[in-house]
């Protein structure tokens, strides 16, 4: 597609519940990233994929937290028994590869605004 | 811990107006400093990447500047126009990896 595009745009979700967000990452880019982003705070690294392997998953704050990446495009991000504190906008972006500026250059998705109540 | 912090957290400037951003870090090893405007409700957008050699680079009515020895980046913004009003975020790689450093971001609303 012609960017990073990410869903649902809105998820609100009863604590407990289980959720999953989506990334379709822009075509051709082989590294993919999570970030969560809460009011007011710079955005926080949650894991890292290059192609369908995820080399670091140490920023994923808890193991409810995890994601998966197939045939080296969407990845899903996974949130198990949802907390308040869960409540955040997630964001995806791409790159093409993360060894020299350019291909360092990342594409960011809208984000999943998600509210745990 | 690598930290990268902005100021001033928001701004309020009235259209046609220019204004600069601060962004002062500690991440080391430094490989290069990025401003990404965000919008509400969307996505960061890349304005400028630079490498420790770049003092300055532009794109369009935005000038980032940086000091590689002191550790300050500004991102100036000339003649402002209301659809610069967003969030912009200073980022900060150390290279080869992937866990950038984040800025909170300066929120700035231009006013007609």
């Known amino acids: 597609g012609a960017g990073v595009s990410q869903s649902p745009s809105n998820k609100v979700t009863e604590k407990g519940k289980d959720v999953e967000l989506r990334c379709d990452p822009i075509?051709?880019?082989?590294?993919l990233y999570w970030y969560r982003q809460r009011l007011g705070q710079g955005l926080e690294f949650l894991i890292y994929?290059?192609?369908?392997?995820?080399?670091?998953k140490s920023g994923l704050p808890s193991d409810r937290f995890s994601a998966e990446r197939t045939g080296e495009s969407v990845s899903t991000l996974t949130i198990q028994r949802t907390q308040q504190e869960d409540s955040a906008v997630y964001l995806c972006?791409?790159?093409?590869?993360?060894?020299?500026?350019?291909?360092?250059?990342?594409?960011f998705g809208s984000g999943t605004q998600l509210s745990v109540l | 811990k690598n930290q990268v912090e902005q100021s001033p957290q928001s701004l309020i400037i009235l259209e046609g107006k220019n204004c600069t951003l601060q962004?002062?870090?500690?991440?080391?090893?430094?490989?290069?400093l990025r401003w990404y405007k965000q919008d509400t409700g969307r996505g960061p957008v890349s304005l400028t990447i630079m490498t420790f050699s770049e003092n300055t680079k532009s794109n369009g009515r935005y000038t980032a500047t940086l000091d590689a020895d002191t550790k300050q980046s500004s991102l100036h913004i000339t003649a402002s126009q209301l659809s610069d009003s967003a969030s912009y975020i200073c980022v900060v790689s150390s290279g080869g990896d992937y866990k950038l450093s984040f800025g909170a971001g300066t929120t700035v609303t231009v006013r007609a």
């Open positions: 962004c002062n870090y500690t991440v080391s090893p430094f490989s290069n």
């Open positions: 972006a791409s790159s093409l590869v993360n060894r020299d500026l350019e291909g360092e250059k990342l594409f």
């Open positions: 075509s051709g880019h082989t590294a």
């Open positions: 994929f290059q192609g369908n392997s995820a080399p670091d």
